[in-house]
């Protein structure tokens, strides 16, 4: 019987007729991908603009419906404060003051071309607005005051405030929280009409908000006296 020998061919000799790696598969070699290198889609980015957009106007929007019937538009240094003091600051507040925290920009949009506009130059580092919807501002004021010098906030004062289209420094404040109220304000009316002519006049030479609101109790004076007879 003949025997025949199978000899593997030398380096010089052709190439083998198939590839080891291409066929045998590598478990340790786990293929990419055909699509891990591509950039995210742009609608993704387009959606995710979208959205933003529309959160800043919608707080743009609520500042604008905050500043009617508004009084007072005050600005609070809120860096450092927690959610849970904001939480406990929003309960101590009266029903007619709110308090919203807002980018300066969308608020300086807000206010731009009103008398509101006053308060630029407080449209800096990182402020929460506090918006006050009555003549009492001393009482509006003053939940803020009690809870800042209880907590030890001394760092978040009043950072600037406007009021009948003036603006107020953090060092006028004091201007705005001893602003008589309108128990005050009749009292004094009353205590004029009882007086000589110059107290009166005196009265008359106060402030517009004042005068208005001197002029609003002697209406409802006379209207009591009408009435009663």
């Not at 080891?20 to 293929?31: A, D, G």
């Not at 290198?37 to 957009?53: C, E, F, N, V």
């Not at 003051?97 to 300066?104: Q, R």
């Not at 501002?137 to 809870?147: D, G, M, N, S, V």
Request: hydrophobic share 35%; net charge positive.
């Amino acid at each position: 019987m003949e025997a025949t020998l199978f000899s593997l061919p030398s380096a010089s000799s052709h190439s083998y007729p198939f590839s080891l790696k291409s066929h045998f598969n590598n478990p340790f070699i786990v293929p990419a991908h055909p699509n891990s290198q591509l950039k995210p889609k742009p609608r993704t980015l387009i959606i995710r603009s979208a959205i933003s957009r529309t959160k800043k106007e919608e707080t743009v929007e609520t500042v604008k419906q905050q500043l009617e019937d508004c009084y007072l538009l005050a600005g609070i240094s809120y860096k450092g404060l927690t959610v849970k003091q904001f939480q406990e600051l929003r309960s101590q507040l009266p029903e007619t003051t709110k308090l919203l925290v807002a980018k300066n920009t969308l608020v300086l949009k807000a206010i731009e071309g009103t008398k509101w506009e006053a308060l630029k130059p407080c449209m800096k580092g990182m402020n929460a607005w506090l918006f006050v919807h009555s003549e009492e501002i001393p009482a509006a004021l003053k939940p803020y005051r009690t809870f800042q010098k209880e907590k030890k906030l001394e760092e978040n004062d009043f950072t600037g405030g406007v009021f009948e289209g003036k603006f107020y420094g953090p060092d006028e404040f004091k201007v705005l929280e001893t602003l008589p109220t309108r128990a005050e304000i009749y009292a004094k009316l009353l205590g004029s009409l009882k007086g000589p002519a110059s107290a009166v006049v005196g009265t008359i030479q106060a402030p517009a908000r004042n005068l208005v609101m001197v002029l609003q109790a002697y209406v409802k004076k006379l209207e009591e006296e009408g009435g009663s007879q």
